[in-house]
């Protein structure tokens, strides 16, 4: 099959699925916006890179509003890339701004694939957005969620069946194992890997760090905070603030192939976000056989079970998230047991190998279905 798939090529998940794809014998494009990122597919020669280089100013008018030109624009370029490449599908991971390209460029069979904002917060913004949003889903042959409350949301914009098709994770890249810590072997480390932006709610993880910290004062206790974003300078002033600096290391950006050696430094992953679609850093964190603390927001009840892999909490209390690691700090016994369970869950409902079978089998069944229907049409056309 040839797969020509709309998506930042930058993009850790467009990176996976495009490789991955590719080593199930099939031959995969991809057309970017920002531009292609070839180094970052160098081991994989079968990934043809295709960008559509729009002018800065016209960039910078699309991200404000939707500009006609930089649609049209893209579009054409779509259309020439589609001449070019002549997939057998076309496929748009994200609703929105790539949903829309590939809904404008008429190529079937077309699929759309839902990431979160596209549905959570896209089209509130005004009654265009919504309206796009509509639109986009309403030309495609297939939508694809990756998870039941994404696709309970994306069911206000359009009446079309939705197939879930979760982000899977490596069970053999993301283990429990021996890495070379920043930390000591005596420190109990609770921490994130997040991009560190408002949404994200770290602050709340900072805060309860500083209950535990006050409450548990014999225990070594350390905060790990990986990752780069818009807020981490207001996180490390918190940090500060609340005379955390000593306990408490922002490592900055981490490689995406240096993530697991992160995860594996943990002893506790927090994640106490106040959106969130899915939660693939807690499967990774899970896979990693750690416990997990999380909050009741969108798609982590989904891939977190609570008292068994982990622990449920309000979002924005930072009493609750106190309490859940409070108890796991006192009880080793109790984070082994979680860790484990995390990871046979990750196992038995995520592993990524069953992901990308999943979603090659869609691709089957629609180009399957699409020569069907041609072989109908040639039929018919054959009698009259």
């Not at 890339?81 to 748009?92: A, G, Q, T």
């Not at 796991?328 to 196992?347: A, C, F, Q, S, W």
């Given at each position: 099959m040839r797969i020509l798939i709309l998506s930042d090529s930058d993009s850790p998940h467009t990176i996976r699925w495009a490789k991955a794809i590719c080593q199930k014998n099939n031959i995969v494009g991809i057309f970017s916006i920002h531009g292609p990122e070839s180094v970052l597919y160098g081991d994989t020669p079968s990934i043809k890179?295709?960008?559509?280089?729009?002018?800065?100013?016209?960039?910078?008018?699309?991200?404000?509003a939707f500009s006609k030109l930089y649609?049209?624009?893209?579009?054409?370029?779509?259309?020439?890339?589609?001449?070019?490449?002549?997939?057998?599908?076309?496929?748009?991971?994200?609703?929105?701004?790539?949903?829309?390209?590939?809904?404008?460029?008429?190529?079937?069979?077309?699929?759309?694939?839902?990431?979160?904002?596209?549905i959570f917060s896209f089209p509130n913004c005004s009654?265009?957005?919504?309206?796009?949003?509509?639109?986009?889903?309403?030309?495609?042959?297939?939508?694809?969620?990756?998870?039941?409350?994404?696709?309970?949301?994306?069911?206000?914009?359009?009446?079309?069946?939705?197939?879930?098709?979760?982000?899977?994770?490596?069970?053999n890249r993301f283990k429990p194992k021996v890495v070379n810590s920043i930390f000591k072997k005596n420190e109990i480390v609770v921490g994130t890997i997040k991009n560190l932006e408002e949404i994200y709610g770290i602050e709340y993880l900072i805060k309860a760090f500083k209950i535990v910290k006050t409450k548990l004062p014999s225990k070594k206790i350390k905060l790990m905070i990986a990752g780069e974003g818009?807020?981490?300078?207001?996180?490390?002033?918190?940090?500060?603030?609340?005379?955390?600096?000593?306990?408490?290391?922002?490592?900055?950006?981490?490689?995406?192939?240096?993530?697991?050696?992160?995860?594996?430094?943990?002893?506790?992953y927090v994640a106490v976000s106040l959106q969130e679609s899915f939660g693939v850093a807690i499967l990774e964190a899970s896979a990693c056989s750690k416990p997990v603390v999380v909050s009741n927001v969108g798609g982590l009840s989904e891939v977190v079970d609570d008292n068994k892999t982990g622990f449920i909490v309000e979002k924005e209390n930072t009493e609750s998230i106190a309490?859940?690691?409070?108890?796991?700090?006192?009880?080793?016994?109790?984070?082994?047991?979680?860790?484990?369970?995390?990871?046979?869950?990750?196992?038995?409902?995520?592993?990524?190998?069953?992901?990308?079978?999943?979603?090659?089998?869609?691709?089957?069944?629609?180009?399957?279905n699409k020569n069907r229907k041609l072989k109908i049409k040639f039929n018919a056309l054959s009698i009259n």
């Open positions: 890179l295709f960008s559509f280089k729009a002018s800065r100013e016209l960039q910078f008018k699309s991200e404000a649609y049209i624009g893209a579009t054409l370029s779509l259309k020439k890339v589609i001449n070019e490449f002549k997939p057998d599908i076309l496929h748009s991971h994200y609703a929105s701004s790539y949903g829309l390209i590939g809904a404008l460029s008429g190529f079937h069979p077309f699929i759309i694939s839902m990431w979160g904002s596209d009654f265009l957005h919504k309206a796009v949003l509509k639109f986009s889903l309403s030309r495609a042959d297939k939508l694809l969620s990756t998870s039941y409350i994404m696709k309970s949301e994306a069911k206000k914009y359009t009446n079309k069946d939705i197939v879930v098709t979760p982000f899977g994770i490596d069970v818009s807020h981490r300078k207001s996180l490390e002033e918190l940090v500060i603030k609340l005379n955390l600096s000593g306990d408490t290391i922002f490592t900055g950006y981490i490689n995406n192939e240096e993530v697991q050696n992160y995860h594996n430094m943990l002893d506790i309490e859940a690691l409070e108890v796991l700090l006192n009880n080793e016994k109790l984070r082994n047991e979680l860790g484990r369970n995390g990871r046979n869950k990750v196992i038995k409902e995520y592993n990524w190998n069953d992901c990308v079978d999943g979603m090659i089998s869609i691709y089957r069944s629609i180009i399957s």
